[in-house]
């Protein structure tokens, strides 16, 4: 059973199993970020279905879910073959944002990915964010506050040193079921700023990424990566031609 | 149960269940091709893993698979969220050879997609192809035959005309666990020469694919598409440098 940090089973937690794949992995056997980020969505899209508010009926009523942000923290990524279960948990929610917790256990129960993430509905005529209409937001049972979450904001270091700026075109294929350019190619343009050698002695810590506008099919995006000086944080930075997509900092552990 | 082509059931068939997840989809909410091959390859994969044949105990004795072609038929592609149940049979095989099907049944056990492979050992000292070891294939239950297949080769047609060309870099990331870049990149680099109009307004019904040499880590890659006067056949080339490393046929049925 799914427990929140060894606190009490809650009402509210979905979990499901999952069995990790050889094409979710790199070549250290582990599974790719932008994997992982996918892996722990696939707990949310299917408490959704389950309570039979899915991405489409959203979209007949003319909003969608968005992502602002996550912040991930890692113990250890799943290894090829490994049997998870993914848990999450609507947290709470004010007028405009929803938070939302997710996590991995291992097959010990032992929790070794965490990610806190924030929603908000967009309305697509509008083309703005919607306040939260109770009808999608009840049914999950989350907690309604008046307070705004202060979550740190990852943005880059001018003092940094630039690593690399590289440039990567959105593909036909780059777009998933859910009409969004898929994490992957996020966390792939970010993590493909830093050397075979940093990859290959470093582990993921902790990421924290803040999305800003979508990016879209065609475009030309820009990957910005800058690291500390203490050579374990780094930044990075997508642009789709003068304007910011997305941005996140990264803390990572020598291996 | 898998039955192959409404035969009997054979014993040594293998099968598992797999349910389509939103990010092996693109946004027609179908599989990509490379996942489709992706997810077929699963199941030779945890056959190998159940008899203890893993690519792990052939790479200690110094030994590897390599796939040399594939050739793929698709009657439809899974979608989004579809339960399908995918099965191998490792067929037949002669002295340098393995032969090898998969397909996949929808829900109602009608077969959607059907694959044909053939597999070659590699013996990494010798860097060469390796004559089959009996420990290696025995287990399998294919049968023996001292034919060699003829295969079609999905050669490009010098009358076709040139769509695009286009240059990929391979990355960290795009190599998985098995130590190979993984089939998704391939893939995608063939498809992604192909206009946002003609994916949307056709959808696959055979591919052809021939691996002639690996690409590794850090290459450049080059990938030509062509099409046939008839508009309904693509002719794919993937280079690294002047070598060729892999080229495709695909055969397009218009929506």
Redesign the interface.
């Known amino acids: 059973m799914c427990r929140k940090d060894g606190g009490f089973l809650k009402e509210n937690i979905f979990s499901e199993s999952h069995k990790i ?3 979710e ?5 582990k599974t ?1 970020i ?2 992982l980020v ?1 892996i722990l ?2 707990a949310s ?1 299917d408490q959704s ?1 389950q309570l039979g508010l899915t991405e489409e009926k959203l979209n007949e009523r003319g909003y969608g879910w968005v992502i602002t942000q996550h912040v991930l923290k890692v113990e250890r990524l799943p290894i ?2 490994e049997n998870i279960k993914i848990c999450t948990k609507a947290d709470s929610y004010n007028r405009y944002f929803c938070y939302r917790d997710f996590w991995i256990e291992d097959e010990e129960g032992k929790i070794i990915v965490k990610m806190h993430s924030i929603f908000v509905l967009m309305d697509h005529k509008k083309r703005k964010i919607a306040r939260l209409l109770p009808e999608f937001i009840e049914p999950y049972e989350s907690e309604y506050t008046n307070k705004i979450e202060r979550v740190a904001d990852p943005k880059g270091d001018p003092k940094s040193r630039l690593v690399s700026e590289k440039n990567y075109r959105v ?3 780059d ?5 969004h350019v ?3 190619h996020y966390f ?1 343009w970010m ?2 700023g ?1 050397t ?1 050698e940093f ?1 290959l002695t470093h582990t993921l810590a902790e990421m924290n990424i803040k999305y800003k506008r979508e990016v879209h ?2 475009e030309m995006v820009n990957s910005e990566t800058r690291m500390a000086e203490n050579q374990l944080v780094t930044y990075h930075l997508i642009k789709a031609g003068e304007e910011e997509s997305c941005y996140a900092c990264c803390t990572w552990r020598s291996k």
């Not at 992995?25 to 056997?29: E, L, P, S």
């Not at 777009?175 to 009409?179: A, G, K, L, P, T």
């Open positions: 794949l050889f094409y992995t790199d070549r250290t056997k790719t932008g994997m996918n969505m696939l899209q279905i090829f073959g593909r036909f294929m777009i998933d079921s859910n009409q898929n994490n992957v792939d993590i493909d830093l075979e990859l099919y065609g």
